[in-house]
């Protein structure tokens, strides 16, 4: 994997359903902790959100963005 590239993923644990969001580029991860009851369909949507408020947030524009999930 390249820079610019963020790698999301949920998924399923003895303690719960995760998420996390990880930048290439920078080396930094955001995991985020949904509990016993979340799915996860929900963690990985929760992810491509956050991903997508991250890079509007940052104010990227005039870029291709492509988001690829598996559910």
């Given at each position: 994997?390249?820079?610019?590239?963020?790698?999301?993923?949920?998924?399923?644990t003895d303690?719960?359903?995760?998420?996390?969001?990880?930048?290439?580029?920078?080396?930094?991860?955001?995991?985020?902790?949904?509990g016993l009851h979340a799915t996860v369909f929900q963690a990985e949507i929760y992810a491509i959100k956050a991903c997508i408020?991250?890079?509007v947030e940052k104010g990227y524009t005039s870029r291709n963005i492509s988001i690829v999930s598996d559910s």
């Open positions: 994997m390249g820079p610019g590239l963020v790698h999301i993923y949920g998924s399923n303690s719960g359903t995760d998420a996390e969001l990880y930048r290439w580029e920078s080396r930094n991860g955001h995991r985020f902790s949904f408020m991250e890079n």
